[in-house]
């Protein structure tokens, strides 16, 4: 069964940086589309970011360009969203979800648990 | 970037009773359509793909039908773990957009 396992949230001050870790099983890891989904509280779901499989490839929402990275290290099976210049809007509950294939747009099939990353002054 | 709406917001219903959700997008996405549904405090789940095609495990009350930019998705009789927020989400163009969600709660 998928597995998927994040790691990394807090509370932060404006301005600070976090990183934020997926753990990935049970599947082939490299072979996939991996995603960062976002949910403020009591808001609904909120795409953040896409990388490809192969990592060649990779896509933001208008609201995180330039202030977040995302990555993925194939040979750790491990997804990666680095987080800049926080801002109140960025507080949520941060999920990884698995997409269906390699590359392109992608349905997605599984989802983590979320990590919650607050950021408060 | 393609806008996704649903209706209704909320409904009431009863165990037993046929629900249906409406999703439309704001331009045309084919049948690249997702519905997710998530609980309280709990992760989303993958329902449907494809508009239409269930997801493993998914049971065959649920049903999903559309294209182009009108969707919808329908629990032919509701029962008690199926109370929940329904998401649709367009995944034809980065960025991939959801709708606002449909609460689905007991009456």
């Known amino acids: 069964e998928v597995q998927l396992l994040e790691s990394g949230g807090g509370l932060l001050q404006p301005g600070e940086s976090l990183r934020l870790s997926c753990a990935a099983s049970e599947f082939t890891f490299s072979s996939y589309v991996m995603s960062w989904v976002r949910q403020a509280p009591g808001k609904g779901l909120e795409w953040v970011s896409s990388?490809?499989?192969?990592?060649?490839?990779?896509y933001y929402a208008d609201s995180v360009k330039g202030r977040f990275t995302i990555s993925r290290d194939n040979s750790k099976n491990t997804l990666y969203l680095q987080m800049n210049s926080l801002r109140a809007e960025d507080t949520a509950v941060y999920y990884c979800?698995?997409?269906?294939?390699?590359?392109?747009?992608?349905?997605?099939?599984?989802w983590g648990q979320g990590t919650l990353v607050t950021v408060s002054s | 970037d393609i806008q996704m709406t649903q209706s209704p917001s909320s409904l009431s219903a009863s165990v037993g009773d046929r629900v249906t959700i409406t999703c439309r997008a704001s331009q045309g996405i084919s049948n690249y359509l997702a519905w997710f549904q998530q609980k309280p405090g709990k992760a989303p789940k993958s329902l449907i793909c494809a508009a239409s095609s269930l997801h493993s495990g998914v049971p065959s009350r649920f049903s999903g039908s559309g294209s182009g930019t009108d969707f919808t998705l329908t629990i032919s009789s509701l029962q008690p773990e199926d109370f929940a927020t329904y998401y649709c989400?367009?995944?034809?163009?980065?960025?991939?957009?959801f709708g606002p969600g449909t609460k689905v709660d007991i009456k």
């Open positions: 990388v490809s499989g192969s990592a060649d490839s990779s």
């Open positions: 989400q367009q995944y034809n163009t980065y960025p991939f957009t």
């Open positions: 979800a698995k997409g269906n294939r390699g590359r392109g747009v992608v349905y997605f099939d599984h």
